[in-house]
């Protein structure tokens, strides 16, 4: 083999060999910046999880409170039409869903009180029927 194309193939492989480490390296620079990204993604991804739950959180006890909100009724000009208000806001809190211990809890009652007013409420109603079932107008 003529000593010109050895030297010559020997300085091709050393130019190879360099330009291979250097993308090499490159590489790996690569990979290293990427990881980090990797690490601060996963870190933003759990910050993130954690302000979410604390959302849910807060959107729980806002319907709460929105639950528990009471609108006082009018001042009435006598006990018998306070008792009418109360009976009224006891029949609109049970048909928005509450229960009757949320609704004794909102209107200051005690829980007998709601359930005995919804009974009332109940078989008077039940009572209309009737009437208007056996005389129909």
Known sequence: MNPLI?????????VLASV????????????DT???ALS??????????ESKKAL??????????????????EPAADAASLNLN?????????RKGDTPGQIASVLGLSQGEVRLTLKLH????????????????
């Not at 050895?6 to 050393?14: H, I, M, P, T």
């Open 6 to 14: 050895a030297l010559a193939a020997s300085v091709v492989s050393v």
């Open 20 to 31: 291979s480490l250097r993308i090499v390296f490159r590489l790996k620079e690569r990979l």
């Open 34 to 36: 990427m990881s980090v």
């Open 40 to 49: 601060n993604a996963e870190s933003l991804r759990a910050e993130l999880l």
């Open 56 to 73: 849910d959180a807060l959107a729980l006890r806002v319907e709460e409170v929105e639950r528990r909100r009471f609108i006082p009724a």
């Open 86 to 94: 109360r009976h009224g806001q006891v029949l609109r809190l049970h």
């Open 122 to 137: 109940d078989m008077i109603l039940e009572k209309s029927a009737k009437e208007f079932s056996e005389h129909p107008l």
